[in-house]
């Protein structure tokens, strides 16, 4: 069979990652799971070494190496349209990747502190938040996601009101003449 080991560096110490039973096996992923996790845009460095029945191993092979995918670019331009009745309209700039799969919109309340994700947006650069409340204040921040799961670090935040009520009326007085009010 073979030994695979794995490293972060070329040159280091090499760690055993599979061990992999019969000589007709000759593919492995490294997915991440377990103890080996794997971070984003980062380069790992693999060899291999086969063994026999008495589990006497060979040389080591030449180093092969990958990178890991990058996460994606956090959104940008990300702006809301001020004054809207019960309603915020957002757009942003559109990713330079070109495998985002949606963008997460998120909001914090005037009550809540706390963001909470309300929509997907999928093959959209825009959403429009409604059912606010007349006159609140919201803050709102994107966060893309590619076909891999990825997520991208959030958008920079920004802030829109809603439009306020109208204030009520002041100074009503009236007068009384000839039975009329």
Do not use: M
Request: proline content about 5%; glycine content about 8%; some cysteine.
């Amino acid at each position: 069979g073979y030994k695979i080991y794995w490293s972060r560096e070329k040159i280091g110490k090499y760690l055993l990652l599979s061990r992999l039973k019969g000589r007709t096996t000759n593919t492995f992923t490294h997915d991440g799971r377990g103890e080996e996790k794997l971070d984003d845009n980062t380069t790992y460095y693999y060899i291999i070494r086969s063994f026999n029945k008495v589990d006497l191993e060979s040389d080591f092979s030449e180093t092969a190496f990958t990178t890991t995918k990058a996460r994606p670019t956090k959104p940008s331009g990300l702006k809301g349209g001020e004054g809207k009745v019960k309603e915020v309209p957002l757009i942003w700039v559109p990713n330079p990747e070109k495998d985002v799969a949606a963008y997460h919109v998120w909001r914090a309340g005037p009550e809540k502190e706390d963001f909470i994700r309300i929509a997907d947006a999928r093959g959209e650069t825009a959403h429009i938040d409604k059912g606010l409340k007349d006159g609140c204040t919201y803050r709102y921040r994107i966060q893309a996601e590619d076909r891999d799961a990825l997520l991208s670090d959030f958008s920079e935040t920004i802030s829109i009101q809603t439009k306020p009520r109208p204030k009520r009326p002041e100074g009503l007085n009236g007068d009384l003449a000839k039975g009329r009010v």
